[in-house]
């Protein structure tokens, strides 16, 4: 059974700061690895899409990397910006079934 | 491009009542989701669709839980009757691919209906 874990599950840094977000699942045969972005009482935005025959994508200060041999996969956020605080979510899909992890919450001080 | 509508926003009722929750998805997309997530934890998938037909509920609780996609368009997912562990939120995604062993593509989310059973 495919399992996803988050770590950490909440996180506090100064504004400017460098961080990484990690994800990592039990079963490596994925299709593919989702990052999401969920801000209080919304839904969830896509920021990032890994296939699994790709190694990282980056999108502006985001850069996820996957390394599916370990189960790993992180998201590097770049000099965090208070409007980056929300939750991220992780997601990994196989069998077409898609399967989310816990989610750290992120808060970026002023 | 208009995204993906749910309706209600907040709905609170008693248990053992009936509720239901309507999903309007993007334009053209094929493949609609409903998830369940509950305070604290992952969005759970309930349901997908492939245009009317079912692709997955192997998560979904068939005795109280039912959902519907007609014409392969908008979706209602209801719950009858409620139960106080039902509380979460119900989001509704869509995407342009989908089925079976095919790859992810981007799903688009909705803002989800925030359900309080007491």
């Known amino acids: 059974k495919q399992e996803v874990t988050q770590i950490p599950a909440a996180l506090s840094v100064p504004e400017g700061e460098n961080l990484v977000l990690n994800c990592s699942f039990t079963?490596?045969?994925?299709?593919?690895l989702q990052w999401f972005r969920q801000d209080p009482g919304k839904g969830l935005t896509s920021l990032l899409l890994i296939q699994s025959s790709q190694r990282e994508q980056t999108s502006g200060r985001l850069n996820a990397s996957l390394d599916k041999s370990s189960g790993r996969s992180t998201l590097y956020i770049a000099a965090s910006q208070p409007g980056d605080s929300a939750t991220y979510l992780c997601a990994v899909n196989r069998d077409d079934k898609i399967i989310f992890g816990k989610g750290t919450r992120l808060h970026i001080l002023p | 491009e208009a995204g993906v509508a749910q309706s209600p926003r907040y709905k609170i009722i008693e248990k053992r009542q009936s509720v239901a929750f309507w999903c309007n998805p993007i334009?053209?997309?094929?493949?609609l989701y409903w998830y369940q997530q509950i305070l604290g934890q992952g969005p759970k998938l309930l349901i997908q669709?492939?245009?009317?037909?079912?692709?997955?509920d192997s998560q979904l609780p068939k005795d109280r839980f039912s959902a519907e996609r007609l014409k392969g368009v908008d979706s209602t997912l209801k719950i009858q009757p409620a139960k106080l562990e039902d509380s979460a939120v119900y989001l509704c995604?869509?995407?342009?691919?989908?089925?079976?062993?095919?790859?992810?593509?981007?799903?688009?989310f909705g803002p989800g209906t925030r359900l309080l059973v007491l």
């Open positions: 334009s053209g997309h094929a493949t």
């Open positions: 995604a869509s995407s342009s691919a989908g089925g079976r062993g095919r790859a992810l593509e981007t799903q688009y």
């Open positions: 079963d490596s045969a994925i299709y593919n």
């Open positions: 669709f492939q245009n009317n037909g079912v692709v997955d």
